[in-house]
């Protein structure tokens, strides 16, 4: 496969396919969503500020049509708290909420307007300050105010005792103080973060009532929120079910009556559900298709549409640097010129992939044109393979060694420790699967207790910060032992205060390299999976990320 780029492009195909004629119904509202000027995720401007309303998008010689329910599928929900909840619950919760800032929610190319009508930050990027929409009623007809809009950026960027939030890691460090002046939302940073607007639309970042809240606890077993639709059941292990917000602060929206998500656990029963159109788009990243899934259902299904997905799965070899035989370097050099990462895509990916590098998505990959020339990379591998065994020669392992891969139960990390051992086998490591539960697998992480590791990393948005927990010093999910790497840490802790695009660009690549050369852990290939929308969905875009524009009030079905 070709860069991120080369995806955009299949997507925006696909998108242009999806706009197949319907009879129209009920006349086209004037929107009332806001379009600032373009704030990019991952590029913090100065202010944003709210223009005209602009025209829905739509198909040529189709009118959006009011009506239906639109189903859609996961996997499991442990929790309805968007905040709290680290599966993929809060893409199907998030319909009944609104975030201060929010992907676009018809094209999600951008940052909007949320709850903050516009917002500003200060020339040093110290000081942000959000104007807090007026007007907005919660489900329960209270009104929105700027108190709950402070109790609820500071629950995600600081938890009281006993409520995790998914995004504190990301808020707390740099976050002084979150008060309010007027109608107005005041944060206080440390220093300047570069992902603080993606962070605040993201799905997780979900807006409360805090009387609601207090009154409840948590928000664990219900949904009360600004979003365009209401909670109205929700049955554990088999369904939950959103109702139309009548009095929603976006006039005209949302046009379906309602949406459901059917909790599925087994796949080929989603498969089904899918194939059957009882359910109008599949999941998405997790419990999205695989691309084996995607080929089978459109052989038999070729009205069927299947978008790439915005986010990635990384599968990763993650190495022991504390102990033997990889505190040597030449050793993890050696694993590093051993790995076919062309093969990779073809075996673990099934063709639809990305070349296992650091930063897969662009602006922050490495070109591919460059890639496929650096060791590790080259194509034929005889060149790396002779130089992996002069290293393992010169480390004192000329007759390999035996190791033990531990792999999580999920099939990406089964399937990538397997595929480790045939790599590996090329320069006499001897190498076994270990698989275990993911308790005993994290523990084991944490405790040093591994020799090697098989487990992937999830991309929230294209933005470097998320993949540093797997891999830079103090990472919440990097068991690599690579915790004396001062160079590496100076670079990660730098590259998100900078604020000017092309200086952090800069900044990473090298960090990039630096990680090709040091090889606490080696990403083998980037996981590319789909979703996959019936005929009758319209004004659905992956957009930039998958836990962006998740509210569901540009969807229509024509039908």
Same mark, same amino acid.
């Given at each position: 496969?070709g860069?991120?780029?080369?995806?955009?492009?299949?997507?925006?195909?696909?998108?242009?396919?999806?706009a197949?004629?319907?009879?129209?119904?009920?006349?086209?509202?004037?929107p009332?969503?806001p379009?600032?000027?373009?704030?990019?995720?991952?590029?913090?401007?100065?202010?944003?500020?709210?223009?005209?309303?602009?025209?829905?998008?739509?198909?040529?010689?189709e009118?959006?049509?009011?009506?239906g329910?639109?189903?859609?599928?996961?996997?499991?929900?442990?929790?309805?708290?968007?905040?709290?909840d680290?599966g993929?619950?809060?893409?199907?919760?998030?319909p009944?909420?609104?975030?201060l800032?929010?992907g676009?929610?018809?094209?999600n190319?951008?940052?909007? #307007?949320?709850?903050?009508?516009?917002?500003e930050?200060?020339?040093?990027?110290?000081?942000?300050?959000?104007?807090?929409r007026?007007?907005?009623?919660?489900?329960?007809?209270t009104?929105?105010?700027?108190?709950?809009?402070?109790?609820?950026?500071?629950?995600?960027?600081? #938890?009281?005792?006993?409520?995790?939030s998914?995004?504190?890691?990301?808020?707390?460090?740099?976050?002084?103080?979150i008060?309010k002046?007027g109608?107005?939302?005041?944060?206080?940073?440390?220093?300047?973060?570069?992902?603080?607007?993606?962070?605040l639309?993201?799905?997780?970042?979900?807006?409360?009532?805090?009387?609601?809240?207090?009154?409840?606890?948590?928000m664990?077993?219900?949904?009360?929120?600004t979003?365009?639709?209401?909670?109205?059941?929700?049955?554990?292990?088999?369904?939950l079910?959103?109702?139309?917000?009548?009095?929603?602060?976006?006039?005209?929206?949302?046009?379906?009556?309602?949406?459901?998500?059917?909790?599925?656990?087994?796949?080929?029963?989603?498969?089904?559900?899918?194939r059957?159109?009882?359910?109008?788009?599949?999941?998405?990243t997790?419990?999205?298709?695989?691309?084996?899934?995607?080929?089978?259902?459109?052989?038999?299904?070729?009205?069927?549409?299947?978008?790439?997905?915005?986010?990635?799965?990384g599968?990763?070899?993650?190495?022991?640097?504390?102990?033997p035989?990889?505190?040597?370097?030449?050793v993890?050099?050696?694993?590093?010129?051993?790995?076919?990462?062309?093969?990779?895509?073809?075996?673990?990916?099934?063709?639809?992939?990305l070349?296992?590098?650091?930063?897969?998505?662009?602006p !922050?990959?490495?070109?591919e044109?460059?890639?496929?020339k650096?060791?590790?990379y080259?194509q034929?591998k005889?060149?790396?393979?002779q130089d992996?065994k002069?290293?393992m020669?010169?480390?004192g392992y000329?007759?390999?060694?035996?190791?033990?891969?531990?792999?999580?139960?999920?099939?990406?990390?089964?399937e990538?420790?397997?595929?480790?051992?045939?790599?590996?086998?090329?320069?006499?490591?001897?190498?076994?699967?270990?698989?275990?539960?993911?308790?005993?697998?994290?523990?084991?992480?944490?405790?040093?207790?591994?020799?090697a590791?098989?487990?992937?990393?999830?991309?929230?948005?294209?933005?470097?910060?998320?993949?540093?927990?797997?891999?830079?010093?103090?990472?919440?999910?990097?068991?690599?032992?690579?915790?004396?790497?001062?160079?590496?840490?100076?670079?990660f802790?730098?590259?998100i205060?900078?604020?000017?695009?092309?200086?952090?660009?800069?900044?990473?690549?090298?960090?990039?390299?630096?990680l090709?050369?040091?090889?606490?852990?080696?990403?083998?290939?980037?996981?590319?999976?789909?979703?996959?929308?019936?005929?009758?969905?319209?004004?659905?875009t992956?957009?930039i990320?998958?836990?962006?524009?998740n509210?569901?009030?540009?969807? !229509?079905?024509?039908?």
């Open positions: 496969m860069t991120r780029r080369s995806l955009i492009a299949v997507l925006t195909v696909l998108g242009l396919l999806l197949a004629c319907a009879p129209a119904a009920a006349p086209t509202p004037k009332a969503l379009s600032p000027a373009p704030t990019k995720v991952g590029a913090a401007t100065p202010e944003a500020k709210p223009a005209a309303p602009a025209a829905t998008p739509k198909p040529a010689g009118t959006p049509k009011y009506g329910i639109f189903t859609t599928t996961v996997t499991n929900m442990a929790s309805l708290d968007p905040q709290q680290t993929a619950v809060y893409m199907n919760v998030a009944m909420y609104t975030t800032v929010q676009h929610p018809l094209t190319d951008k940052i909007v #307007p949320g709850l903050a009508e516009k917002w930050m200060s020339q040093d990027g110290l000081a942000w300050t959000f104007d807090i007026q007007g907005v009623k919660f489900h329960d007809g009104p929105f105010t700027i108190d709950d809009a402070v109790f609820s950026v500071k629950r995600l960027a600081d #938890p009281p005792r006993g409520i995790v998914n995004a504190a890691y990301l808020l707390k460090p740099v976050v002084k103080s008060d002046e109608n107005k939302l005041k944060m206080a940073l440390s220093s300047p973060f570069a992902l603080l607007l993606d962070t639309g993201l799905s997780h970042s979900a807006i409360y009532s805090q009387k609601y809240v207090e009154q409840h606890g948590d664990k077993r219900t949904a009360m929120g979003g365009p639709f209401k909670f109205k059941a929700y049955t554990p292990g088999t369904i079910e959103g109702v139309k917000n009548l009095d929603f602060w976006v006039k005209g929206r949302p046009y379906l009556d309602g949406y459901r998500v059917l909790i599925i656990s087994d796949p080929a029963t989603r498969l089904a559900a899918f059957t159109g009882k359910i109008n788009r599949t999941g998405k997790t419990y999205a298709l695989t691309p084996t899934e995607m080929e089978t259902v459109a052989k038999d299904n070729p009205a069927l549409k299947f978008y790439p997905s915005a986010s990635v799965n599968a990763w070899f993650f190495l022991n640097t504390r102990r035989p990889f505190q040597d370097q030449r993890r050099t050696a694993v590093h010129l051993a790995l076919d990462r062309q093969a990779a895509i073809k075996v673990l990916a099934k063709g639809k992939g070349l296992g590098q650091p930063l897969p998505l662009d !922050w990959a490495i070109p044109a460059e890639l496929v650096m060791p590790g080259r034929p005889d060149a790396d393979i992996a002069r290293l020669r010169e480390a000329a007759d390999g060694f035996d190791l033990a891969i531990w792999a999580r139960q999920q099939w990406q990390s089964r990538s420790a397997v595929f480790m051992t045939n790599q590996l086998a090329a320069i006499g490591v001897r190498a076994k699967v270990q698989v275990v539960g993911d308790a005993e697998f994290w523990e084991t992480g944490r405790q040093a207790r591994h020799e590791m098989s487990y992937t990393s999830v991309f929230f948005t294209p933005d470097p910060q998320w993949g540093g927990r797997s891999w830079a010093p103090g990472g919440t999910l990097n068991f690599s032992g690579n915790e004396d790497d001062k160079e590496l840490a100076r670079m802790d730098e590259q205060k900078i604020l000017d695009l092309a200086q952090r660009k800069a900044l990473i690549r090298k960090m990039a390299e630096h090709l050369n040091a090889l606490p852990a080696m990403p083998v290939v980037w996981h590319q999976v789909f979703i996959g929308a019936g005929p009758e969905v319209r004004n659905f992956p957009g990320s998958d836990y962006l524009a509210t569901l009030e540009e969807i !229509w079905l024509a039908k």
